[in-house]
């Protein structure tokens, strides 16, 4: 017989609970005790050392400090001190100031309108749960200092202490409270150098404070707080913390746009590293790893740079508070845009607006790394660079042996527009006989005479003998190896890669034909066919309509074959084979989830390398002034599309240094 209690819905009054335990198979929900909430706070806001060091600057620069002062010992674990001439703190405030969530930085309320670095409230219980924490304060206008005592979460009462104005804030044994956590840090060095990192981009976004630090008793960082106009004075800090050759070599940045500014200094492309630790990025004065503007960095140097080099650079992003949410990670390291298109455009095109600006620019470290490769060195000679050197694209090595020219292909009669007073192209292999090598009755270029190049401007020629020294990169006189032009300035020498030099020309004469007319094309009188592999073939010619719009047009011509029917104009003869094999490597490393005008620098630059003067072609005086010239007035003309240089000056009180005349 059915049970009238379930017959009717009701449980059956011996029926267990759903809530019990035995029934629903796991514990019930309780709530946690506060000092396991407490550590589990610590596990998000301090990860290590250098956590606990970011929280406490910030509190310092959020109380208006002018001068912060750190010192550590053991790389944090022993002892981390921050003292500052701040505000300071009441007795009541001190004992408000552990107690967690507990904050002055939010009157309104508003997590989306935070004018503050901190805001959370969390910082100095967290620090206090996990560690021996002491806080001495003194208010302005009190004439009595208080302290205040977490011992693992354990508090102390508030006692009168002595002090200056402003606050001190010591940190012992951090992490004792939770051994485990010890077990993961690094060494000390390690957490020191991360401790370094911290304060160097604190102090990068805010000249105006004078900060120290002392390492186990070693000073590691000391810069005074900069007077007068912050943007005038953040060079000076910048210089400081990266370095005199980011100072000497880096580019102002200001732009803004609705409402967004960017400020900040950019180095030149030929000053770069293989990692990205260089790059500073800060938004209303917060130091952000923000994945976004690491990106928009990138692709403002992708024409310039290659894949594992990257630039120095300290940008500034100042914008409505509203306008950017940094509620994002306990660590307030990642922030989100509410336009970030609007961000990502600032970045890109004020970055390559100020690199446009600086011309044929290159950084004064190329001359320096020269000096120092010709000082006499004990040992044995290095052995030469074998891959892609002189910025001859992708890894291609081009030796310099002067049977690398090819009479059948010559050079690319429209590859410099330069007209003489004849009206023939100065560097057109017609000018000279359908491309043939100049006949200069020996083994090596002509004796240079005081003959000019060409004006690119009105096509009359230019400025003889001494006058072409007036010029920012000489007059040319010799050619070394049939690779390298040598100029004389008028306090020095300058030395150019032709190929390198030659291929960032083209370059950029490729970019500015796709941008307003397109790419001018020249047929083949017979279409040259080209073995890649049936899996090479297909993914060129799944890009045969993008190719065609940058100049080159292909077509199928049987299994793993393709017909190359037409090339660029502007490369004049090539070699179509080397083209289409780069090409199709290019394609397999950049995967098909892109477009080929997205990753112009890409395509086009191999096509500018095989379209260049190559290593090993013989110049005439003529040449090489106009190749001077060209470089002189084309755009990031002092490095090859891979970051690397393009020329190399040496300036004669350099050079005598070296014979010991100085």
Not at 211 to 226: C, I, M, P, W, Y
Not at 545 to 572: M, Y
Not at 595 to 620: D, I, Y
Request: proline share 6%; charged share 25%.
């Amino acid at each position: 017989m059915a049970d009238p209690a379930r017959a009717s819905g009701e449980p059956a009054a011996s029926a267990t609970p759903p809530s019990d335990p035995a029934q629903t198979g796991g514990p019930a929900i309780r709530r946690l005790p506060e000092g396991l909430v407490n550590r589990i706070a610590a596990g998000e806001v301090i990860e290590r050392p250098a956590s606990a060091v970011k929280e406490l600057v910030e509190n310092a620069i959020d109380a208006g400090a002018r001068r912060i002062e750190v010192t550590v010992r053991d790389g944090g674990r022993a002892l981390i001190a921050v003292a500052d001439d701040g505000r300071g703190m009441t007795a009541a405030e001190l004992e408000l100031a552990i107690a967690r969530h507990a904050t002055s930085k939010l009157p309104e309320e508003d997590l989306f309108h935070i004018t503050t670095l901190g805001f959370r409230g969390e910082a100095l219980p967290s620090i206090g749960s996990v560690s021996r924490l002491t806080i001495t304060s003194r208010a302005a206008g009190s004439d009595t200092a208080h302290r205040i005592q977490v011992d693992g979460g354990v508090e102390r009462a508030v006692e009168p202490a002595a002090g200056s104005q402003g606050t001190r804030v010591e940190v012992r044994d951090l992490f004792f409270a939770t051994p485990a956590r010890l077990k993961f840090l690094r060494s000390a060095r390690a957490e020191s150098m991360a401790i370094v990192d911290v304060l160097n981009r604190i102090a990068m976004a805010h000249p105006e404070i004078a900060f120290t630090l002392e390492d186990d008793g070693r000073r590691k960082l000391s810069v005074q707080g900069a007077q007068g106009d912050l943007l005038d004075s953040r060079l000076d800090r910048l210089g400081a913390i990266m370095g005199r050759d980011f100072k000497e070599n880096a580019l102002a940045i200001d732009a803004e746009r609705e409402g967004v500014r960017l400020t900040g200094h950019a180095g030149l492309p030929t000053l770069n590293r293989g990692n990205a630790q260089m790059q500073f990025l800060f938004v209303n004065g917060r130091p952000v790893r923000d994945k976004q503007l690491i990106g928009a960095v990138r692709a403002a140097y992708q024409d310039f740079l290659a894949r594992d080099r990257h630039p120095m650079l300290a940008l500034f992003l100042d914008c409505d508070p509203r306008w950017v949410d940094v509620n994002v990670h306990p660590a307030k390291a990642e922030v989100r845009f509410r336009e970030p298109g609007l961000v990502r455009g600032l970045i890109v095109g004020a970055l390559r607006h100020a690199l446009a600006e600086a011309g044929h620019r290159a950084s004064t470290t190329v001359a320096g790394s020269a000096l120092g490769a010709l000082r006499p060195q004990d040992g044995p000679s290095p052995l030469p660079y074998r891959g892609g050197s002189g910025g001859m694209g992708g890894g291609h090595a081009y030796r310099p042996q002067a049977e690398g020219w090819r009479p059948d292909r010559g050079l690319a009669a429209s590859a410099y527009s330069f007209q003489g007073p004849d009206g023939r192209d100065a560097f057109a292999p017609s000018a000279r006989g359908e491309g043939a090598p100049p006949d200069h009755g020996g083994e090596h270029a002509p004796a240079p005479t005081d003959a000019g190049a060409y004006d690119p401007e009105t096509g009359e020629a230019a400025p003889r003998g001494e006058e072409l020294q007036a010029y920012p990169l000489g007059a040319a006189r010799a050619q070394l190896h049939e690779t390298y032009v040598v100029a004389q300035t008028g306090d020095g020498i300058v030395i150019v890669d032709q190929h390198a030099a030659h291929e960032r020309l083209v370059y950029e004469r490729m970019k500015r034909a796709i941008e307003s007319t397109g790419v001018a094309r020249q047929g083949l009188l017979i279409p040259e066919i080209i073995d890649l592999g049936e899996d090479r073939a297909e993914r060129v010619l799944a890009r045969a309509e993008e190719l065609a719009e940058l100049g080159l047009v292909v077509e199928g011509f049987g299994p793993g074959a393709v017909a190359v029917r037409e090339t660029p104009a502007l490369l004049g003869e090539m070699d179509a084979q080397g083209l289409l094999n780069d090409l199709a490597d290019e394609l397999e490393e950049m995967g098909d989830a892109f477009k080929l005008k997205e990753s112009l620098e890409e395509v086009c630059g191999t096509m500018a390398c095989h379209g260049s003067v190559r290593s090993g072609r013989r110049l005439t005086v003529e040449e090489m002034n106009a190749l001077l010239r060209q470089m002189e007035a084309t755009p990031h003309s002092g490095q090859c599309n891979h970051g690397r240089p393009t020329y190399v000056e040496l300036k004669l009180a350099d050079i005598e240094k070296l014979f010991g005349r100085r």
